[in-house]
């Protein structure tokens, strides 16, 4: 009734089991670690999180997830020892360079307390055919649906970074980041040009 709500500083979180009965049978279910926060940004007061304003810096970096001799083959060990290491360091956002972080960076980032800008996959390239258009859009409802319910993502990024696509397409990808996460919170960010 009085959750312990999850913060940088706090990073709290809680085994949510869902199951699927059928005739009094469990025919399905699976056991999510959730952290319960709110997030708004009020203009010149900032970022407000769980409804007081953010204490500190955000201080962070951007993250490519391949590793030497590995590439992105970088198993889950080495996904939490980056974040261990960014953490250390005194990072408290990374935003996801060009493409969503692998979900055992994103497990690490909700446990250790680090908020996280999820970007789409893909930079620097628009294609004027329409099925182009199509799949990111298909990538960008992908990427909400997988990590909308993580305590750690701060806000979403839904366009091709460096890239110059039409100007309608911002705002489509902003309606469509909303349309599948729409509650408070939802914060989408894109290049000054849009």
Request: proline content about 6%; some cysteine; aromatic content about 12%.
């Amino acid at each position: 009734t009085k959750p312990q709500l999850w913060s940088p500083q706090s990073p709290a979180q809680y085994q949510l089991l869902t199951r699927i009965e059928e005739n009094n049978t469990i025919i399905d279910g699976v056991k999510n670690k959730i952290g319960i926060r709110s997030i708004d940004f009020r203009g010149e007061q900032g970022l407000f999180l769980n409804g007081e304003a953010y204490q500190g810096k955000l201080n962070g970096v951007n993250r490519h997830q391949d590793f030497a001799y590995l590439g992105n083959a970088l198993p889950n060990s080495g996904q939490w020892r980056d974040a261990v290491l960014l953490k250390r360091a005194g990072v408290n956002i990374v935003r996801s360079a060009h493409y969503p972080m692998d979900p055992a960076f994103m497990d690490a980032c909700d446990q250790l307390g680090i908020f996280v800008i999820v970007a789409t996959p893909g930079w620097q390239f628009w294609n004027k055919a329409p099925i182009f258009e199509k799949r990111v859009l298909s990538d960008i409802q992908n990427m909400v649906r997988r990590d909308r319910n993580r305590a750690s993502v701060l806000m979403w990024e839904p366009i091709l970074n460096e890239t110059w696509y039409p100007d309608y397409f911002a705002k489509k990808v902003h309606e469509l980041v909303h349309a599948e996460y729409p509650y408070p919170g939802a914060f989408t960010a894109s290049d000054e040009h849009a």
